[in-house]
């Protein structure tokens, strides 16, 4: 199968690339990423506060299914529209640290456009550990299903 | 492979392929068979897996994600 996401992260740097060709014209995917309700389909959260300027912030919440409501924010440190976001990104309460990401968006042909997201870390170690929840998410993903197909051949 | 054979295969400078086998090798995704003087390298697949394996995940979450983009988007293109 093609893999239309990939994901660059050399050993021992603090940064990793993920980057994603689209079937949809660059306005499109750029709107993607600044109307919040639209944010809020894709990403399955709820947009509490999106400014998409120089010096604006943002902060999302998610609520798992025990009821735990977890919120991440930042900074919005550039906004070039259909090209460029710059922005700080931190889960609130959590030892993560920050980390700081560098979207950009291109146009590949009239109807086709590519996401670079360049994200850097505070240290090697935060970073693998960003890696780890990925993983960590991904098992939990895995076991919602098969509590899911579970509980239904009850 | 030998080390020249893969070398072949590169523009890069003999030395710096040796460097990036000697790598892969402690990195052990590279296995070593010395058969007489040539040293033949093998690709370990049960650790090239692994490493992918731990990045995967976290792969799948953003592809999951950006399949959803698209699919919202291109149903707010045609509306």
């Not at chain 1, 993607?32 to 010096?55: C, D, F, R, S």
């Not at chain 1, 146009?107 to 590519?114: A, E, K, P, V, W």
Request: net charge neutral.
């Amino acid at each position: 199968m093609e893999q239309k996401t990939r994901i660059r992260a050399e050993d021992g740097r603090q940064e990793l690339v993920i980057t994603r060709e689209f079937d949809l014209p660059l306005e499109l995917l750029f709107k993607a990423y600044v109307e919040p309700g639209i944010v809020e389909q894709w990403m399955g959260t709820k947009v509490l506060k999106l400014e998409n300027k120089k010096h604006g912030s943002w902060q999302f919440e998610t609520t798992d299914a025990q009821g735990n409501r977890y919120r991440w924010n930042g900074v919005i440190h550039e906004f070039a529209p259909n090209r460029k976001i710059t922005r700080t990104f931190e889960f609130e309460d959590m030892p993560f640290g920050v980390q700081l990401e560098f979207l950009e968006f291109e146009q590949l042909t009239d109807g086709t456009s590519r996401l670079s997201m360049h994200i850097v870390y505070e240290s090697v170690t935060h970073r693998d550990q960003m890696l780890r929840i990925g993983m960590a998410q991904g098992m939990n993903m895995a076991h919602n299903r098969l509590q899911d197909i579970a509980s239904k051949s009850e | 492979m030998t080390a020249g054979a893969i070398a072949s295969n590169f523009d890069t400078a003999r030395p710096t392929v040796s460097k990036h086998l000697q790598i892969l090798t402690e990195c052990e995704l590279l296995e070593q068979e010395q058969n007489g003087r040539e040293i033949y390298y093998h690709i370990n697949a049960k650790k090239m897996k692994e490493v992918a394996d731990f990045i995967e995940p976290f792969r799948k979450m953003w592809e999951d994600r950006f399949n959803k983009l698209e699919t919202i988007m291109k149903k707010h293109k045609s509306r």
